[in-house]
């Protein structure tokens, strides 16, 4: 798994540093381009007239002024006689502290440079300040989240934004809070339905106790072996339930599976009709063997328990998985009851009574299913009667 610091082109801590540099560079050079448009800026012309004291003129002309540093302001005049003259301004003697004169308001005087460097400062604050606020506003919210879900609020959440290092964790937190909360609602459900459903065969069985004769009749020894027998499936339900709620438990050897094989062995167990991949290729997957053997036998079990017709297993591949549909000729499910039968102990209307079982069954096919990175649904079937579908990646071989 790639770790986090590497799924960021830009890490949080370089984000920082890059727009503190960006928005000092660019300061400077703003600052620096100006001044120096300022510096260079060429005075506007002049005209320069020279007349002896008869006011005849003696030269004339409209130039720009030349300042050099030191000697002042110089004017160039070509006089009558074709020679060129200097007429030269000396540079005003300045006051002690004095800066030089021209140049901005800004950079005028000793307080110039401070100046300065308290405009660079307050853009650096402004510039900076919204990504430091929103940085530590998203950090104030993952704050209030923790602290509401270590106080017992299990549906506090987090918001994600943005695609750094914060939303990865507000991402996970999330993610974990979600897994967790399911978990415990699963459990409590798990517990309270375990303790309903145990009821209902001890008490057939403490019944048929009181009401057997001595010698016992075969009827009643038959049915306490069927309440035994179910007590048995359900405790062994509840038991591998939990084990793959654990996700660190041990689920058994993976290992590469024939899909294909399994799927015929439990066919012929359950007297259902196998129709057989197109190409005629077994369906090879990764996974623990006698856990997809339970999946595959709750599918059918359920299905030949429901169905008035025969049972049909249909194998495929689609798009990299292997596909398992298991088809009856029942009453089928309705659209908006298609996910809740997943669901431990939950039945439709009617059938604890009429058929048996201890609604777990299909809980297990899901659970087994996500545990080996598949997924089952109940689809739509033409006709009547229920669809599941059990899909698994595929190990192309």
């Known amino acids: ?74 004017f160039q005049v070509t006089m009558k006689d074709g020679s060129v003259q200097v007429v030269q301004f000396p540079p005003r003697p300045r006051r002690t502290g004095e800066g030089p004169p021209g ?97 209902s065969p001890l008490a057939r069985i403490r019944m048929g106790l009181e009401l057997m004769e001595p010698e016992g009749s075969a009827a009643f020894r038959r049915e306490i072996q069927q309440n035994i027998a179910e007590l048995d499936q359900l405790v062994d339900e509840i038991l591998l339930a939990s084990r793959l709620d654990a996700r660190e438990s041990d689920i058994g050897t993976v290992e590469l599976v024939d899909l294909t094989g399994l799927a015929a062995e439990e066919c012929a167990r359950a007297g259902a009709e196998l129709v057989p991949s197109e190409d005629g290729r077994a369906l090879m997957v990764q996974g623990v063997a006698k856990l997809l053997r339970r999946a595959i036998r709750n599918l059918l079990e359920n299905a030949r328990r429901y169905s008035s017709g025969p049972v049909k297993v249909e194998l495929t591949r689609e798009r990299g998985y292997a596909v398992v549909r298991v088809r009856d000729r029942g009453p089928g499910v309705p659209p908006a009851e298609r996910e809740r039968i997943f669901e431990p102990f939950y039945r439709l209307s009617g059938a604890s009574e009429r058929h048996g079982g201890v609604g777990l069954g299909l809980a297990l096919v899901r659970s087994i299913t996500q545990r080996h990175r598949g997924q089952v649904q109940c689809e739509e079937q033409s006709g009547g009667g229920a669809c599941f579908a059990l899909r698994l990646p595929s190990h192309q071989i």
């Open 1 to 74: 798994m790639t770790p986090w610091h590497g799924r960021f082109r830009f890490p949080l801590y370089l984000r920082l540093w890059l727009a503190v540099v960006v928005a000092v560079a660019v300061l400077t050079i703003a600052f620096g381009w100006l001044w120096r448009i300022n510096s260079e800026q060429l005075p506007p012309p002049r005209e320069v007239i020279i007349r002896n004291l008869g006011g005849e003129v003696l030269g004339q002309v409209r130039t720009r002024p030349t300042r050099e540093p030191g000697v002042g302001t110089e």
């Open 103 to 199: 140049g901005p308001w800004w950079g005028r005087g000793p307080g110039g440079l401070l100046w300065i460097l308290g405009i660079v400062a307050l853009a650096v604050a402004v510039g900076t300040y919204p990504i430091i606020r929103r940085l530590t506003q998203r950090l104030d919210d993952l704050r209030a989240g923790v602290e509401r879900w270590g106080e017992g609020d299990l549906s506090a959440r987090i918001r994600e934004s943005g695609s750094d290092e914060l939303a990865f964790l507000a991402q996970r937190f999330n993610h974990a809070a979600e897994r967790i909360e399911s978990l415990i609602e699963s459990h409590k459900s798990l517990l309270a339905n375990a303790s309903h459903e145990l009821r």
